[in-house]
């Protein structure tokens, strides 16, 4: 898989996450939810979650593997400093709701910022 691709897919599972992850949420915030609807909820989020590691780690991959000349351009650079941004708006976002909690953004080699 080129890295282009894998990247596409690495966003892709980006946003099915988040938007599992935000389901989760108000199931979890909603007084009217059955047990049955937050099971149902953090079975899909663990879904979302493993496909989204498996993104990550298909993605990493490419990036190792050699260009094939054509480009010179580093998209694991590209995935890094769009980690960095949605980190630093997720706080921005919070930050304004009253909560201001930490933000913990991982880079591409899984270290924490």
């Known amino acids: 898989m080129d890295q282009a691709k894998a990247f596409g897919a690495l966003i892709a599972a ?3 996450w988040v938007g599992a992850r935000t389901k989760l949420r ?3 915030d909603s007084k009217r939810a059955r047990p049955e609807d937050v099971e149902k909820a953090r079975t899909v989020v663990g ?12 993605f990493d991959q490419s990036v190792k593997t050699p260009y ?5 351009f580093n998209l694991g650079d590209l995935a890094g400093a769009i980690a960095k941004v949605a980190g630093g708006v997720e706080q921005a976002v919070r ?3 009253g909560v201001a909690p930490r933000v913990e953004v991982i880079d591409t080699d899984g270290e924490t910022l």
């Open 14 to 16: 980006a946003r099915t």
């Open 26 to 28: 108000h199931v979890l």
């Open 68 to 72: 094939n000349g054509r480009s010179r």
């Open 47 to 58: 879904k979302a979650a493993n496909n989204l590691e498996s993104a990550v780690r298909k």
């Open 95 to 97: 930050s304004r709701k």
